[in-house]
Structures are given as C-alpha cells and as structure tokens.
C-alpha cells in the first residue's frame, strides 16, 4: 500500500492541498504521509463496517476531491476492488456502468444522489450505497457514522486479480472499464520510477490531475516513497494556481496537456508562480510545442526541462522525449519520442497495404507489461484490439528511420485530404498567441473545420486567421466559441466526436 509504504520512509514529508476533504474536513488542507496512511487506514476500518469485503467491486462516484484517492487506497487495503467513476459522468452512464459491475457497492456524496441519481434505481444496481455526507435516500448508509470502526489487517492479492478498474474517456458511447492488476500496474509504474529516479532533488511536487485517472496513483506511487512534498491541486483555474504557486513555489508540476495551455497566462503573471519549476510533466496527450516554450521561459531555475510522454490509460506511458529552453520552441508536436528501453515496444502496421509515412499513416500498435488486463465484462471488444502481444493503441503515426513515434491523430479523427489535425493545430497555435485553443474536426460535409477559443473571448481578427492558415487552404471557416463550451474528459482532453455533432446539430446560419 503506496501511502503505508511511503509513510515507513518518510513519515513527516508534507502534502499540501487546495481543498478540503469532504470525507474528513477537520484534517485541514495541510497533513503528512503519516497522516495520509492513518486516514487511510481509518477510511479502510469503515468500508469493513459497511460490509465491504475482498474482491467485491467498490465503483466510486462523488464530487472531484483528493479524498477519492484516499477511498480508492483504503478499499484495496482490505482487497476490494475501487472501480473509479468520474464526476462529470451524467446519471444514466453511471447507472449503465454500475449494471455492468453487477451490483457493486457505491461510495456517493449527497450532490449526486439528490442531482445525477436522483433517477437512478440504485436499490437493483447496487450492494450498499454509502454517503459521504448529505442527508441521502433511505436505506444509505453514513460513511461519517462509522467513524471509530475498529482497524483492519491490510489484505494482499495476489499479482494477477483486479486491483483497480478506471474508465476510458467514453467519446462514444458507454465508456469502457480498464481493469489494472497488480503486476499491470507494477509494469507501468517501472518507467516512470526510472525516469523519476534521474532527479536528485528533493522537489516539490504539484500535481493537477484527475483525481479518478491511474495517472494520479501512479504519480504519487513513485513521489510519496521518494519523500518529495506533495501538492495536490483541484482548481485548476489559472489565477488560484497563481496564488497558490506564488505560496508553495514547485520545482516539479504535472497536469494535462489542456491545462498547461490554459496556464501559459501564469507566464506573466507578476506573483512569478512558475520561476521556481525545474521540471515539467505531461502524460495524456502530445504537447503543443509554442506552449511547451512559453512555460519552460517563465522559469528562473538553470536548465529547466520538459518531460513529454504518451501513452493512454490502457498502456501507461509507452514512450517519452524531453524538452529545454533551447530546442522546445522547434520542436515537431508530432514527434513524441522513443520507446522506454527494454520496458515498452513500438511498431507500426499498414492502414492500407502502404509502407506506413506521414502520406499514408499506419496503426500504432505497443508492448508493455503495463497494459490493463481487460475491458470488465467487454472481453470481446478488448481481444478486438490485440494481435498476440501487440495492442493497438487507436492512433495513427508512423516511425522515422532513428525509430521516433510520429503520431498524427486517432484513428477515429482522421479527415480525408487532411494529413494531421493535431499538425495543423500545433502550426497555427504557434503563429496566433492570441487562440487559447484550436480544434480541428469533420464538418457537417466532412470538410476540416477549425474551432477556435481566443484569449478572454476576444473576437478572432480574421485578417490574421487567413495569413495564419495560408499553409492549409482545404480548411473551412473558423467556429468561434468559449474555452468553456467545449466538451471534455475527465483528463481536460476535448471530445471532438461530442463537439462535431453538437455543431452539425446547430441551426444553419444565414449566409
């Protein structure tokens, strides 16, 4: 157990949030690793009480808070199994998820059982439904109630049973379960301990991230044992972070590629929030180069780095590259790098009998012992996606002769006479500081239609638009709208397949 381990090593390294926890509010938003393991093992004493019991499936569903991670690390400590639900699913999609998991025991919060469940028929999904506060529906049971259970020994299972299950992004459709064993999720925490092991520093670490997504376990798995002080954001608003940066001054911060680009305005922002990061860290999605640039500018330390890594939550990280001030401003954000010797491979099938290029992009396809096991009760739709070994990861790229892992889009966002959406993003982001966002998707004629956010919402000067885009006539007219209005995941990433259909559902504007 990742906190009782750390806090064996380093008992008094501190952890900083930015919020309360719902389910021990009194704790403060400053603790140890110490303290961090004890409410582990007191959270773990009132699962028991609720009648949680090993490898029954325990899905968690309540409001975005640190303490799911608690929640998630208690239930494995007495050998359940936490199947992670994010907050921003609506009612009816847990409710599905929840009948696929076979009547699990819910942890909820009284939001969502007076908000998305109101209409849910919890009492036929589901084993228990415990409440973190709230007054709830009868026959819940009040996780506050149970406090003073008496502890638990901590349940071992063994490497091969499911130890974790966490959900895909769900752009079409019901989102599909990732089940993550023990040793699964052993083999994707090696890279990144081995990368993490480069660093001598004591750093301190900020972390924004899902609190939902494997990445979140994986991170503080390999920062907590190393006694890094921790800082665990929610509010991911660029001038909260300011003023809590400003307070805790990282060296080490990581979050999502989306957010990292709502965060180049801390560049200049005069508390400098950012002047004391040495390292920077993105895992979800390949990084925009011109924000890779700006970021890695606002810091005042010498030599400042910027690790890039893809993967996605069936794989963990499959290969990486890093960054400096001097090559992040030319770098190609198609390019993300090479495999982790001797721990993840990379190859490239045909899409179309043609030797894979940038022209005639293939199939990436990946080994790793990190890969997830299954999709829960979908074992048909996940054997669909191997070939003996070999996973197919649903993007499309292609390998230079050095072995570097071009990717150009995922499979599903390809448009004809387009040969990458995500190249002509990169391009056109770094020519207009103004976007605060670029998305290219299939228009209602399958045309290659940009939407684009500006900074405060300024309108978009169109003058500059088209000398922007002159690289890329076959493009159609921009789509102006809000940052806000974009659909997203739980990991900040834009639902295109969601924002192409509700703009071919717009009424048709006058011409």
Not at 493 to 501: D, G, H, M, P, T
Request: proline share 9%; with cysteine.
């Amino acid at each position: 157990m990742v906190p009782e381990e750390a806090a064996a090593r380093h008992p008094h390294s501190p952890i900083t949030l930015d919020h309360d926890l719902d389910i021990a509010p009194e704790t403060g938003r400053h603790l140890t690793v110490a303290e961090l393991a004890d409410l582990v093992d007191e959270m773990a004493g009132r699962l028991w009480a609720a009648g949680i019991r090993p490898r029954d499936h325990l899905a968690l569903y309540k409001a975005h808070n640190f303490d799911i991670y608690v929640l998630a690390c208690a239930a494995a400590r007495i050998g359940a199994t936490p199947a992670l639900l994010s907050p921003a699913l609506d009612g009816a999609t847990v409710g599905a998820l929840l009948a696929r998991l076979d009547r699990p025991h819910l942890i909820t919060d009284g939001g969502k059982l007076s908000g998305e469940l109101a209409g849910v028929a919890l009492r036929d999904l589901t084993s228990t439904v415990v409440r973190v506060g709230g007054s709830g529906r009868p026959g819940t049971v009040s996780l506050e109630e149970l406090a003073g259970s008496p502890r638990r020994r901590p349940v071992k299972p063994a490497p091969d049973t499911p130890a974790l299950m966490t959900h895909t992004s769900g752009t079409t459709g019901i989102p599909k379960l990732v089940v993550h064993t023990a040793r699964s999720l052993h083999g994707r925490l090696r890279p990144q301990a081995m990368l993490a092991g480069l660093i001598r520093e004591r750093e301190t670490y900020a972390v924004h991230v899902s609190f939902v997504h494997s990445r979140m376990y994986m991170a503080l798995a390999v920062v907590l044992p190393k006694g890094m002080p921790a800082v665990i954001v929610d509010d991911g608003r660029p001038e909260h972070v300011a003023e809590l940066f400003a307070k805790v001054r990282p060296g080490f911060v990581e979050t999502h590629p989306n957010s990292y680009m709502e965060w180049e305005e801390l560049v200049d922002h005069p508390l400098r929030p950012l002047s004391n990061v040495k390292y920077f860290s993105g895992t979800f999605d390949a990084i925009h180069p011109p924000t890779m640039h700006r970021l890695l500018s606002a810091s005042r330390r010498r030599n400042p780095l910027f690790f890039q890594f893809y993967g996605q939550s069936e794989c963990g990280p499959l290969v990486c590259r890093w960054y400096s001030r001097k090559n992040a401003h030319k770098a190609n954000g198609r390019c993300l790098g090479y495999p982790v010797p001797g721990m993840t491979h990379v190859r490239v099938v045909p899409r179309d009998g043609q030797r894979p290029s940038k022209k005639t992009p293939g199939f990436i396809e990946v080994q790793t012992d990190g890969r997830a096991v299954n999709y829960y009760a979908e074992d048909e739709r996940y054997q669909k996606e191997l070939d003996g070994k070999w996973w197919r990861t649903g993007d499309v790229g292609y390998r230079t002769r050095t072995g570097c892992v071009h990717l150009l889009d995922r499979a599903v966002d390809v448009i004809p006479n387009v040969d990458s959406t995500l190249e002509i993003e990169d391009t056109v982001l770094g020519r207009l500081e103004e976007l605060s966002e670029l998305v290219v998707i299939p228009g209602p004629r399958k045309e290659p239609l940009p939407v684009v956010c500006t900074r405060d919402n300024a309108p978009l000067d169109m003058e500059r638009w088209r000398r922007a885009v002159t690289d890329f006539p076959q493009l159609a007219e921009p789509v102006q709208m809000p940052l806000s209005g974009l659909p997203r995941t739980a990991t900040m990433k834009v639902q295109r397949i969601e924002l192409a259909r509700r703009l071919a559902e717009r009424p048709e504007r006058p011409a």
